[in-house]
């Protein structure tokens, strides 16, 4: 079985920096994609950010020149750099992570972490 730990969310005031992290462990085969999403209450899960397993990353416009996504695939993590955070940004935070596990190695599947709440306050 495979889970996905998130951690580093918090309280934070504007124009400062938090770093979310998220680790896959168990029955891990591969890891293909790596993203980050955000939701707040009463709308829909927005993409942030996400890496292919070779680095390429891509960004929604409202984070771009603010968060850097990365990943550790000798550790199957994936980070997400949050710099001059705006009230904006607050939300709970959700890695999301395709892979395959080693029963059947050849199916690919979408997991969730349990999310982070980060808020963005003075």
């Known amino acids: 079985q495979v889970q996905l730990v998130e951690s580093g969310g918090g309280w934070v005031q504007p124009g400062g920096s938090l770093r979310l992290s998220c680790v896959a462990s168990?029955?891990?085969?591969?890891?293909?994609?790596m993203a980050w999403y955000r939701q707040v209450p009463g709308k829909q899960r927005e993409l942030v950010a996400i890496?292919?397993?070779?680095?390429?990353?891509n960004y929604v416009d409202s984070v771009k020149d603010r968060f850097t996504i990365s990943r550790d695939n000798a550790k199957n993590t994936v980070y997400l750099q949050m710099n001059s955070l705006k009230p904006e940004d607050t939300a709970v935070y959700y890695c999301?992570?395709?892979?395959?596990?080693?029963?059947?190695?050849?199916?690919?599947?979408?997991?969730w972490g349990q999310g982070t709440q980060v808020t963005v306050s003075s």
């Open positions: 999301n992570v395709d892979l395959a596990d080693t029963h059947y190695p050849d199916e690919e599947y979408e997991l």
């Open positions: 890496i292919t397993s070779d680095g390429k990353s």
């Open positions: 168990g029955s891990i085969s591969s890891i293909n994609e």
